[in-house]
């Protein structure tokens, strides 16, 4: 008996830190695309209500420089997944191959990619961008596609003055007369001019890309290929806590902006929850999301997506649809029914 309770000791001290060590959350950082802002309210409510703890996973979420230059972020090495721009992973696939994230949960179904003018200004189409001023953020995502733009609608991409701008200057510098246009996230910009006492929709033409020969997908949840490979669980975790968290936010956006300000003070909270509701309507739930559900896709409109920049942008190879969108790690399609919330 002896004997066989020194066994059973030695046994437990042997399993033990096995278990412990597997128990361990898994580190993920997390990189926005842009400054906290109501858009970004299910990763911090994912986080707040313990959904990414649930799934033994510790999330660190970080501010973010533009849709695209949120995937070199991940390209780099200093974050494992991010919220980021799919047209940006597609060009980088190519030139790159193995070393791009990969997209797992697409949010921005509709892309919204825009340029920016006065009503009143010298911009009144598209070729009036030869010659013209026009201000970017060069990580912004609807910068780096300004060129396919151009070429999709017979616009000289070297006549155009490309100013670069702070994130946080834009609008104004359009207002001031300083650019003649800007390219823009709707999403962001819509209700910027919203808080700045000015009418979006009367003193301002929006040169939307998905009406202009551009039917792009645009941000969502990606991941290095690294996570996907070593972690597919963390990856699996990721997405049904994010997808819980969307679902839960637009149903309770009072509250959700209330966490969102938690985490940013300076945020004007009635703006933040306009944003919210305003890129659940315009940008998230489509006909597509309402057949397909959340974070899921088109294979056959990404890949026309993907052989419509391949060649814009002569890119050394057209990278496949698997290699650019993987869906095997999202929820089941009954838990990604989009909500529908009062107007």
């Not at 009036?128 to 070429?151: I, Q, R, T």
């Not at 929850?273 to 739930?285: A, H, P, S």
Request: proline content about 6%; aromatic content about 8%; hydrophobic content about 45%.
């Amino acid at each position: 008996m002896r004997r066989l309770l020194t066994s059973l000791v030695l046994a437990s001290s042997l399993v033990l830190p096995f278990a412990a060590q597997a128990a361990d959350p898994v580190k993920i950082k997390f990189t926005l695309d842009w400054k906290i802002q109501g858009l970004h309210a299910w990763f911090y409510w994912a986080k707040a209500k313990g959904y990414f703890t649930a799934e033994n996973l510790d999330v660190t979420i970080d501010q973010g420089e533009g849709s695209a230059a949120a995937v070199t972020r991940v390209m780099s090495g200093a974050y494992d997944a991010g919220f980021g721009d799919i047209n940006a992973i597609i060009q980088n696939a190519a030139t790159k191959p193995g070393e791009a994230p990969v997209m797992v949960y697409m949010i921005y179904n509709k892309a919204p990619f825009a340029l920016l003018a006065k009503t009143n200004g010298p911009i009144k189409s598209l070729k009036d961008l030869e010659g013209a001023k026009l201000g970017s953020p060069p990580g912004g995502a609807s910068f780096k596609l300004l060129p396919l733009l151009a070429k999709q609608n017979g616009v000289d991409y070297s006549k155009i003055n490309v100013t670069q701008v702070s994130p946080a200057l834009q609008e104004q510098m359009l207002l001031q007369g300083q650019v003649d246009t800007v390219a823009v996230f709707s999403a962001t910009s819509y209700l910027n001019l919203v808080s700045l006492k000015l009418d979006p929709d009367k003193d301002f033409r929006w040169f939307f890309y998905s009406d202009l020969g551009l039917d792009l997908y645009s941000n969502g949840v990606m991941v290095s290929p690294k996570l996907a490979k070593d972690n597919p669980e963390a990856v699996k975790g990721l997405l049904r806590a994010i997808n819980r968290a969307m679902k839960e936010t637009v149903q309770n956006p009072d509250a959700t902006i209330d966490v969102l300000a938690a985490e940013e003070p300076l945020i004007k909270k009635d703006l933040e929850k306009r944003r919210l509701l305003y890129v659940y309507t315009n940008l998230i739930d489509t006909p597509e999301v309402r057949d397909l559900g959340l974070g899921d896709i088109s294979d056959k409109r990404l890949s026309s997506s993907i052989a419509t920049i391949a060649a814009s942008f002569e890119l050394p190879k057209m990278p496949a649809a698997g290699e650019i969108f993987n869906r095997a790690f999202l929820p089941a399609k009954a838990d990604r029914t989009p909500p529908t919330i009062a107007p």
